[in-house]
């Protein structure tokens, strides 16, 4: 559940101090609610006022418009704080680990990802909701993506490559097939689907399997 401790932490873009008042925590609070559970477009700041226990013009005192409200939920909130951290605790914690393996690298890989998600459900649902109508939160990602993730992931598969346990095909395709796969199993599990049909662990190993064996069934050489 969100509190105002979420709220400011959120907020607080390069661990400047952020002035955050009850009711504009309130506001942002009830803003967050709405956007990941009905859509932006979907949303009035009348109904957020509502929830929120103030007028609608404290909102606009606040926020110009209903699109600077979620631009300040979401640029701050999840593009400079959020996004960031993602990048840097998943190097920090995945690719500096003792794991050598392709198969133990991604198992970290998933758990630390999933681990994210589980605390962050309604913001990334909302960026998800609006990255496609928002050109600069997609070019934020698209820095993060080139200046941190990528270089460190290519690093780590090349050397994979090198030691031969990781066959040898093109670097990118595969950073694309592996990251495509783990990430769209975690958004459909945890942000798509309210109650998944398997376990935590067995699903994750179903993964991983797919991702080293495919769909083909195993054939015995006669």
Sequence with gaps: MMDKAYIQQLLEVDKEPVKLTEKKAAILTKAIENF????????????????AGVAEGT??????????????IVKP????LAVPYFAEQMIEEVFHSEEVDLEGLLRVF?????SFVKKNVQMIRIILQE????????????DIFVTKI?????????????????????I??????????????????YILTTE???????EVDYVITLIFHGLQPNHTKG
């Design 131 to 142: 990255v496609a109508f928002h050109p600069e939160i997609q070019q934020v990602f698209k």
């Design 59 to 72: 909102i606009f005192r606040h926020y110009p418009s209903k699109k600077d409200l979620l631009m300040a």
């Design 36 to 51: 990941a559970k009905y859509g932006y477009a979907a949303t009035s700041t009348s109904e957020i006022a509502k929830q």
């Design 172 to 189: 990118d395709t595969s950073i694309r097939f592996i990251l495509s796969t783990v990430l769209g199993f975690i958004f459909h599990r």
């Design 77 to 80: 909130g999840i593009l400079q």
């Design 196 to 202: 998944p049909v398997l376990n935590e662990e067995q």
């Design 150 to 170: 990528y270089p460190t992931v290519k690093e780590r598969l090349e050397s994979l490559q090198q030691k031969g346990k990781l066959k040898e095909l093109p």
């Design 110 to 114: 998933i758990y630390n990802r999933i």
